[in-house]
Every structure is written in C-alpha cells, then in structure tokens.
C-alpha cells in the first residue's frame, strides 16, 4: 500500500467526531446505550436544527403573518444616508429582525427564506458527496494496487485544487437559464467528497481484514456480497457521523459562493450574500450582520452538535466491544 | 479542502469589493455628504514637512509611465512631470497649465501638427539634463509590448504608430521630431482639437534616453517630480522621498510639502477608514487612497468630528444603465426601460440622497462645454404610465431582460429589477466575479443590461463621449458597453474631435451628447460623488470639479 | 538486491522515491486541469494590459506577447518546459527572461513567480508555524484536561467550548477581534507585517492577533480529537499495568497515555500546516498580511494564470511532502506502522 496503514488515518480524519468517553462504573449496556441516544448534544442538536428545518418550511406563513417577503423594498424605513432609523436596524412589530440598510428589506424574511436555500443546497449537495465518497472509499479500500492508487492519486489532486477558481469559470461558463441552485448543489457535491472517501477507504481496510470478512471470503463470497454484506453495514454508522458533520461545511461554502457573489443570484436571499452586505455595516447597523450571521453559526452548531451525539450514539467501536 | 475553500471563498468576495471600491476611473460606489464639502474649509493651513501616509486597498503600485494609467493629478503627478499638467481649484474647472513645457502647446496644420517646448534646467531625481529626446523615448517606449498597458490615447493619433514596436530594436518614431534639446513635434494621423489635454497623460512623462529597458522599470522609476522612489514593495509600501533636483520655481502646481510619502498597500478599506477617523497609529496623518466604504461614511456622518474629516466631491463619474443596443434593438423599448428606471430607489440603494445628483445628460458636469438638459423628463421615480404606453405601442414584447452585476452591485441591481417590474419587465439579475463582468460586457457581449460609471481620463467632453459611445470602441475592452453603433453619431464625434477651435468644438460636443440620447442607448442614473477620508492632520486635502479624487500634488500636514 | 529491499533504511529509501514520483504526477494533474479551467474562463488575461483605450492589434499583440493566444495545452507545455528550462518572453533588448527554474511571470507585478513566493513565504510561515505552535499547546493540554477529567463539568465546558469555537466562521471572528483590539482598545496594530529581521519586536506585536484568532478557533479540534484518544488510552490494558504498578498518575497520564494518543494528533498536524503553510488566506485576507494566500487570491482576480499555477504547484507540494513527513514519522514513532505495505 502507498500510505501507511490505515489505523492511524481513520483516526485523523473524523476530526470533528470525538471518540465517546465510555462512563466509568459498571452499568448496564441498554442503560448506557439508552443514555447515549439521550445526551444532551443529541437532543440539543436536533431541537436546534429541527428549528431551522421549520422555520424554512415555515418562511411563507410568516410572510402571511407580517406581511413581508425578501423582495419588497421599505425605503420609508431609511433616513437619509440609506441606514435604517429606530431600534436595532429598524427592529419593530412588523419586521422582528430589523430591515436592511440601502434598500429596506425585511431582515426576518431574509433568515427565513434564507434557511430553505442554506438547508436545501447543504443538504442535497451533501448527499451527492456522500455518495461519491463511499463509493470510492470503498473500491479503495477494497481493491488495494492500482485502483486504490489511482483512486488516492485522485484524491489527492482534489485536496489540492483551487476549488474557487473552478466556482468563478464555472458560475461564468453555464448559461444563465440553467438553475443557479441546482449549479450550486453539483459543484459543492462533487468537489465535497475526497474527505467521506478517504475516511471510508480508510474504515474499509480495517473492515477487510476483521475475522468475517476474512471467513466470507474463504467460503467463496464475490466482491460484490463481500462489500454489500460484511464491509457496507460496519461502514454505516461513521457514514451517518460523517454524513451529519459535513453538512455544516456545505452550508458554510454556499454562503462563502453567495459571499464571493457566484452563488446564488438575487433576488432569492442567502445568508451568505446576506452576511457579506452585512460586513461592511457591523459598525453602523450591527444587527443586519448578528442575525445572518447568528442562523449561519448556530445551524453549523446544531449539526455539530447532532453529529457528536450520533458518533456517541452509534459508534462502532462500541458496537465491537458488546 | 472544504476548510481552505470556504476561507478562500469569502476572502475573495472581501477583496472584489475592496477593488470595486478602490475605483480606477469608473467609481462604484460614490457616495457623500448631504452638506458635506469638497475639503478644505476647516482644515489648519499645511507646513512644510512630516510624514503624509496614504492608506490604500491596493496590492501593488505601477509607476511606469508607459504602462501606469494613473491620473494626473493622484500618485504619478507627484512623481512624474509631463508636458501639461491640471491646476484644480476647489470652484471651478480644472485648467491645463504647461508643467515641463514652456505653453500648453501649438497646434499647426489644422491640428494634425503640435509642437511644445520644453522649460530649461529641468533635472531628473539622478541629476541628468531632462531634454526633448528623454520625452520621445518614454513615448516611444510605451509602444514595446513589454510595456502595454497604459493610457494609449497618443497610440491611436500619432502617424505610423500602428506597425511600431519600440525603440529597443534601434528604430525610431518618425512623427515625434526633436529638432533641438527643448523642442518635441508631433505629427497626428487626423486633426485633433484636444492633444494638449492629452500631452498632461502619464505617458507624456520623459524616461532618461536609453534606460528604461526592464520590465520592473517601474518599480523605482527615475523621476521629475518633487520626490523620487525610495522602496516599492508590492502588498507592504511605497515610500517616496524628496527629490533635490526638483526646483520648485519650474512647477506651478505642486506644492510638495511632506518630507517623504508613505503608501500603505493591501489595507482593508473598511478598516484603514476606522483607524483614520480615530486618529490610532498614524491614522492622524493618513489619508485614505481607495473611497470611504458606506457603512464608515454613515458612521462618519453620525460624528460631527468625524465628518469634518471628510471630503465629497461634486457631481462626477456618470453612473448609468447600460442597455445592449444589439439585442435591444427597439428604440421605444429602449426608452421604456428609462421611463421605468426608479432613480431615487437607485439612489438610495447607492448610500441615499447623498450618493449623487439625478443624471441626464451624457457628459458630466465639471467639463467645460457641458449644457443641461433632460430630454425625457422621467422624474425621480420614473413614469410607469408612460413606459407601458412605449411598451404597448412596441407591441407589448415579452421582455425578460439579463442585468449582469457584479458582487457589489447587487443592492443597485435588485433596486433595477423592482423598478423595472412595476412596467411589465422581468430582468433576471447574473452576478459575476469582477474579471468576467468585464469580459462580458466589454468583450462577449451576452447581457441585456449592466450597471456601469464612467468618469474621463482627462476633462475634456471628447474623453466623455467618444470612449462610452464611438463605435470604434465596442468590444476588445473598451468602454461603449451599450454596444451603440450610429454611424451618423461616429461621424459628429469625429468632426468635433477634429474642431481645433475650442469654443466650435464644444458647441458641437453638446449637439453630439443629445443627438446619442435621442437613441437612449443608455439610461443615465445618477453623478456619484466621491467620498474621501483624510486624517485631522492632514491639511490642503480638497476635491475640485473635476476630477472626483482629491488633489496629491497639494496635501499637506499641519502641525 | 533481496537482502538490499529488506533493510529498513532502503525500504524507506524506496517508498520515499516512490511517493514523490506518485506526488510528481499529481502536480502535473493539477496543472493541467488550471490550465484547462482557466481556458474555459470567458476572459482574456491579456485585456488587463492592453491599455486604455484598446485597439484589437493592440490586443492581438499584447496576446502574442504573454502567450495567450495559444490553445491551452501549448500554454501548458510551454509553462513546464519553462519550469527546466526557463523562458523568454518577447524578443530583444526588452524582452524579459524568467530563468529556470521558472514557475512563471508575472506581467501585472514584473516580477517572476519565484521571486514573488520567496517574498510571500515568510509571512505566510510566520502566521502558519506560530499559529500552529499555539494551538497545538491549547489544544492538546485541554484536551487531556477533558479527558482526565472527564464527566465533570470541566469536560462539559471544554466540550461546549470546543463546539462552538468548531462553528464559528473565522472570517467574522477575525473582523470582530480586529475592531475590539486593534481599533476600539488599541492593544495591537489593526494589521500589516513586519519582517522579523527588520524589527522581530514589531513582528511579535503584529502576529500576535492572526496567531491568537486562529490558534483559538483552530485548537477546538485538538482538543477533542486528543480528549477521544486519551480516553481510549487510558482504558487500555498497558495503563492498567502501569497503575498496578504504581506508576504515578501524573506520568501515566504525561508520558505513557500522551505518547500514545498523540500519534493520529501529529497527524493532523502535520496535514493541517502544510496546508496552512501553502497560503493561510483567511487569516492573510483579514489582517492585510501580503503572504501567499493573498499572492494566489489576487492572481485570481487579476486572471494572472501563471502565479496562479505557480503558488497552487507551491502549495499543493507543501501538502504533499507534509502528507509524507507524517507517514515517516508515523514508521518511525509508531513501531506498528511499516511503510510501503
């Protein structure tokens, strides 16, 4: 093999997925077990991005409530120097967040419609790389020479790419008929899944050599059961681990893309954009930059958090051990 | 990978809106006080002496006259001389005195010919005699490819330019004439009203005969100006100290009164802003190169102290909506999209009433020769009545329009949608990075509308005019956006341009601007003003009527 | 031959040589798919030094001269030719020479590419390896402080930290600590760099701010990668031998425990500083620091494609002999690791 073994990697890569603390004392596994799936990063987690999966899904009854939408404009609501006048950015009954310097947009509509393009790219985009990443961690891992050569080389070349170059051509070259989102969510996913596959190839040579895996072999079993029966299913859990923990990043590169102005067009809100208007004003209209900014930390937060209790949860080593 | 690309990524966006507001010519984001003056009526009388820091978002700083397009009167006035130089006052235009010449210029032949003569005893910073054949060969320069770059105005006006390469091979261009030290004659291939304005241009400036052969020449340039380049690190600073073979009895405009100039490069606009208005670290003594960003200008308004640190020029750069003449083809569409137009949301999405005046003619005030007037008569919020009349006897087409912007541009793009949809257009706004906007809209041409700014390289209304819409300047990068091709219009800026009497020509200039609006190849939005931001001991920092910078060549500190 | 394969040290010698023809190729991947982005970008680098106003010979020439007009792979071919055997561009006394090995030149700065990373890398070293010292410190002794004290609420607090110092956009932290240090309490200069050979005070009092934003937001994942090692080690057989022994708890936990769990942490480390050491841009971007992050940012905006492939070559060789440092090391610390199986 071209690396060395895999032990030490499968360890480095997950960085984000603590390795549980086993609790000291002799309890039950079905306490500990029970436990487990009700720690606090866990119910925290969920509680937190459930809340923004609602208030997505939620944006055009809001919209019913207040009356405002991410497109109108509340030139009213500006004093002279295009800098919303009153409490906190224009904070009031009618717009709960404030609206915008410049053109006096709602703030609040912002977040919320914001939060179906962050959740839905973040999302898609990570299936796509989640998909990708396991299939050539996999045959990496499983066919070692030449494919995983070849494989790992190729890796390599997409850890060293400068993916914003390609962002900028891209954005740039497709036609502007074609669905920005749709854009967004192909270029995050392919260029989203060196990390899973690494870490799956990694999880796979250690699979690979277990005791079943070995026996399934002796009695004859083709690659394809060998990887679909006895590799897949241990692979699982640190997928779903992985799987939670990536999102957040696809979040934060769609509103890095909108930030640099290659993501999403205007007039559909993105926190991103958002965020990189907000920028300029911190000083001047300090709550215009706090909510984006708040809604992109905390869904980051909520699926770091949802994330580690999973890696609790569902940790193989445990899984092992029992 | 995902770590370093997100940073990447929101890094980059930082820096496209650094240079978008650094402005080179055409500014973007304009914006100044309701009352807020051009500069210089609070300020202490400057001193001779001190360190005067430019703080600037910049990363490196070309003083090469061949390649450089630096204004006249901003960084390359401070250290190179040319033929011409401009004299700006606060009220009033800014006037063409000679600076290495003895006269602005004489003009013979109808204009095809000019000659000037050069002031005697003029030294470069290395101590040799500046003649008329050092001017020659820093034009001549300019022609090798390794120099490209620059203000090329004189590249299309002298005679037999086109197939000249530079005087490195050893041949000459035949139609500059240095018949003796101080005389230079130039030979134009048409008759131009306005050489004398171009002579004042960066390139005009002398480079020693002979020298001048490497590429980073223009890193450590040898000059004529009151200073000489000490350092010129890119991305850290350039540090200028004075040069003692300038004699300040030759040089009528500027008044060099810092010891040595300092220039920050790579600095965040935003944040250089901040430390200048609170005086921390050198920010007392600073000025700021690139213009002040909207948030620090609301900020500074708020303060009194701090707005007194503040200097807005008058109406300038003409900040307009460019309309593809070759995919909108009907006129009264055309026109439509200008009754349509919101300015004052336009406005307001620029940074408020204080962002500029209302536009409606073509060339800018500040330029001698200009006369109002609004053909059209839209109002501030435009005539949505009148546009859908347009569109219905148009035949009411399905428009859906492409606005193509930049990351800056979003809030002034998204105020253009929602305006033009209250007529029954749809535009679809295509954000792009700041290198490809350029190429579609000067180059490719695949857009309906973009928002674009143009201030002159020199005032003159010929630098107004013929660049935005002579159809010699469509595509190739050059700046008639609205792809405009009238070949009756082509043919007026050539007969003006071609007016050796001033007064002729600027009577025709005015004919030219109307006759192009009658085609509406262009919505005019508004004259940006210009904020610039000096720290409390910077004195004598004042913006004229033209241009919308303030003037280098006089800053100085107070004690 | 056999008994040569089998000594360590050739083996060694061997997978060394291995790797890098392996890592060869992928830089030559790298730079041709640059290549091939950057052709398909709508834009002609050339424009920018056209001049204003722009003649379409004048283009054409300028094109001629920085080679763009060629189709990408003769670009290509002509950019790694020039990395052996240098080129020249233009002819005559002007034209100007790029001498091998030449990693290309830059016409916006007329500067050669070697040159400009010479000049940019010590900025961007100063942030990466102070940084990296810095958060290795923090990261490691929190999270062994976690780890022994885990289930109290030291652990809990440390892990809340670590969370949302692990959520936080760097950019914004980095914005926000430069307005309250630098402008609102002036305890550090807002930005800038200055070289450590002019004045190493100043240079202390510039990085001060970059290492401590980035050591702190990037500690968060030490700590909880080495608090998850630890507590695996601790659970081991050897450290129950140990106790049993009577080692004391202070050098179960620093020498025998650490040593172990720190292996997958130098890992990391070793990945992430040479990824950091290739351009922190971030960190250079907000501070105004001028190292090779910016270099290769601003060759974007300024479609100045051979500085671009230069410091991305520069760059991604950094990742690749990090990557190969720590596998070495790995051998070496690690006697359970061989190399080359």
């Known amino acids: 093999m071209s690396t060395a073994t895999s032990q030490p990697r499968s360890a480095s890569a997950p960085t984000r997925s603590s390795q549980p603390g086993t609790e000291p004392g002799d309890k039950k596994a079905a306490v500990r077990a029970r436990s487990r799936w009700a720690s606090p990063a866990l119910v925290w987690g969920t509680v937190i991005v459930s809340f923004f999966v609602l208030l997505a899904l939620l944006a055009p009854v809001f919209t019913l409530i207040t009356g405002n939408d991410p497109y109108q404009e509340h030139r009213e609501l500006l004093g002279p120097s295009s800098v919303p006048t009153g409490f906190g950015g224009g904070i009031s009954a009618q717009h709960w967040f404030g609206v915008t310097p410049l053109r006096g947009v709602d703030v609040f509509s912002i977040v919320s419609y914001g939060a179906q393009v962050s959740l839905g790219i973040g999302l898609a985009s990570t299936v796509i790389s989640t998909i990708l990443g396991l299939a050539i961690g996999l045959l990496a891992g499983y066919f070692p020479g030449v494919v995983d050569a070849l494989l790992s080389r190729t890796m390599d070349v997409f850890f060293g790419f400068p993916f914003l170059i390609f962002a900028i051509a891209l954005s740039a070259v497709v036609p502007s008929s074609f669905p920005r989102p749709l854009l967004l969510i192909l270029v995050l996913g392919f260029f989203g899944w060196p990390g899973t596959a690494r870490l799956m190839r990694a999880q796979t040579l250690t699979l690979r050599e277990r005791d079943y895996t070995t026996a399934a072999l002796v009695m004859g079993a083709s690659p394809w059961h060998i990887l679909r029966y006895e590799i897949l299913p241990g692979l699982l859990p640190l997928l779903i681990v992985r799987t939670t923990l990536a999102i957040p990043g696809r979040i934060g590169s769609e509103a890095a893309l909108s930030f640099l102005g290659v993501g999403i067009n205007p007039p559909t809100p993105s926190w991103g954009r958002a965020i990189s208007d907000a920028v300029n004003w911190a000083l001047v209209d300090p709550m215009y930059l706090i909510f984006p900014g708040m809604a992109l930390f905390l869904v980051t937060f909520g699926f770091n958090l949802l994330g580690d209790g999973l890696s609790d949860a569902l940790d193989p080593r445990k899984g092992e051990k029992a | ?393 148009a035949g009411n087409p399905k428009l859906n329009l492409t606005l193509v912007a930049t990351s800056s541009q979003t809030e002034k793009a998204s105020a253009i949608q929602t305006a033009l949809k209250r007529a029954g257009i749809t535009v679809t706004i295509k954000t792009l990075d700041s290198t490809v906007y350029s190429d579609t809209v000067r180059n490719a041409g695949d857009f309906d509308l973009a928002i674009s700014s143009w201030q002159p390289d020199f005032p003159s209304p010929y630098a107004n005019i013929a660049p935005l819409f002579d159809s010699s300047q469509i595509g190739n990068g050059n700046m008639n956006e609205s792809h405009y091709n009238n070949p009756e219009v082509d043919k007026l800026i050539a007969q003006a341009t071609g007016t050796v009497d001033k007064a002729k020509a600027l009577k025709l200039w005015a004919e030219v601007d109307k006759r192009i609006m009658e085609d509406v190849p262009v919505v005019p939005l508004i004259y940006s003003h210009n904020t610039f931001l000096r720290g409390s001991k910077v004195a004598n920092f004042m913006i004229g009527t033209f241009p919308a910078y303030p003037d280098y060549l006089v800053v100085g500190l107070s004690k | 031959m056999s008994t040569f394969a089998s000594s360590p040290l050739a083996r060694t010698l061997w997978y060394i040589l291995k790797r890098a023809v392996q890592a060869l190729v992928v830089i030559i991947l790298i730079a041709v798919a640059l290549f091939l982005v950057f052709y398909m970008l709508p834009a002609n680098p050339a424009q920018l030094s056209c001049g204003k106003p722009c003649t379409p010979e004048q283009l054409q020439r300028v094109s001629a001269f920085m080679g763009t007009d060629q189709p990408w792979y003769a670009q290509l071919g002509a950019y790694m030719l020039g990395i052996f055997a240098g080129r020249t561009f233009g002819t005559g006394a002007s034209a100007v020479v790029c001498s091998a090995p030449c990693l290309g030149y830059s016409f916006r700065l007329s500067t050669p590419v070697t040159t400009l990373i010479a000049q940019r890398f010590p900025v961007t070293a100063s942030i990466a390896i102070g940084a990296a010292v810095l958060w290795m410190l923090v990261g490691v002794s929190t999270g062994v402080l976690a780890a022994v004290k885990r289930g109290t609420w030291v652990d809990r607090l440390l892990n809340a930290l670590s969370s949302i110092g692990i959520s936080s956009p760097s950019y914004l932290i980095g914005l926000l600590a430069i307005i309250v240090f630098a402008i609102e309490l002036p305890l550090f200069p807002s930005s800038g760099y200055v070289a450590f050979s002019t004045n190493p005070l100043e240079w202390l009092q510039h990085m001060l701010l970059p290492w401590l934003v980035l050591a702190l937001l990037n500690a968060a994942g030490y700590t909880r990668i080495t608090r998850a090692q630890m507590v695996t080690e601790l659970e081991q057989d050897y450290i129950r031998t140990a106790r049993s022994k009577g080692v004391p708890e202070r050098r179960i936990i620093g020498v025998h425990a650490l040593r172990n769990a720190l292996l997958p942490v130098m890992t990391l480390f070793g990945l992430d500083l040479g990824a950091l050491l290739g351009g922190a841009v971030l960190t250079e971007k907000v501070f105004s620091m001028q190292g090779l992050g910016m270099l290769l940012l601003d060759s974007v905006t300024n479609l100045d494609l051979q500085v671009l492939v230069g410091s991305t070559l520069f760059a991604a060789a950094l990742v690749i002999i990090a990557n190969l440092i720590v596998d070495i090391c790995y051998s070496l610390l690690d006697p359970r690791v061989t190399l080359g199986h």
């Open chain 2, 1 to 393: 990978m995902k770590k370093k690309s997100l940073a990447l990524t929101a890094v980059a966006a930082l820096t496209t809106l650094s240079l978008a507001l650094a402005g080179c010519g055409s500014s973007a984001t304009g914006l100044g006080g309701a009352n807020a003056s051009n500069g210089s009526n609070t300020q202490a009388a400057p001193t001779k002496g001190g360190t005067l820091t430019v703080l600037t978002s910049g990363t490196s700083i070309n003083l090469d006259p061949a390649s450089s397009q630096n204004l006249a009167t901003t960084t390359g006035g401070m250290i190179h001389r040319r033929l011409n130089e401009w004299k700006v006052s606060k009220n009033g235009d800014a006037e063409l005195v000679p600076d290495l010449a003895t006269n602005t210029g004489k003009p013979s032949e109808n204009g095809k010919v000019w000659t000037f003569t050069l002031k005697k005893g003029l030294k470069f910073s290395n101590g040799q005699p500046i003649t008329s054949k050092d001017v020659k060969w820093g034009l001549e320069r300019s022609f090798a490819d390794t120099f490209s770059g620059g203000l090329s105005y004189h590249k299309q006006l002298l005679e037999g330019a086109q197939d000249y390469h530079g005087p490195f091979e050893g041949q000459e261009l035949n139609s500059i004439e240095t018949p003796d030290d101080q005389t230079i004659v130039f030979h134009l291939n048409q008759s131009f009203g306005e050489f004398d304005w171009v002579a004042s241009l960066i390139s005009f400036s002398p480079v020693p005969y002979g020298e001048g052969k490497n590429k980073d020449y223009g890193t450590t340039p040898v000059t004529t100006g009151p200073y000489e380049v000490k350092s010129n690190v890119p991305g850290r600073e350039l540090v200028m100290v004075r040069n003692k073979y300038w004699d300040a009895s030759t040089d009528s405009v500027r008044k060099a009164y810092p010891d040595s100039i300092v220039y920050k490069m790579s600095q965040d606009s935003s944040v250089a802003a901040q430390q200048i208005m609170a005086g921390s670290g050198d920010g007392k003594t600073s000025m700021l190169g690139d213009l002040v960003p909207p948030a620090q200008l609301a900020q500074a308004q708020a303060n009194p102290a701090q707005k007194a640190l503040l200097a807005t020029s008058g109406d300038g750069a003409l900040e307009y909506l460019a309309i593809n003449n070759e995919r909108v083809k009907d006129k009264r569409v055309r026109e439509a999209i200008l009754y349509a137009t919101d300015r004052e949301a336009y406005r307001t999405a620029a940074g408020g009433e204080i962002a500029g005046g209302y536009a409606s003619t073509l060339i800018t005030p500040g330029i001698s020769g200009r006369e109002q007037y609004d053909l059209y008569k839209p109002g501030k919020t435009g005539d949505v009545k009148k546009a859908k009349a347009l569109l219905a006897q």
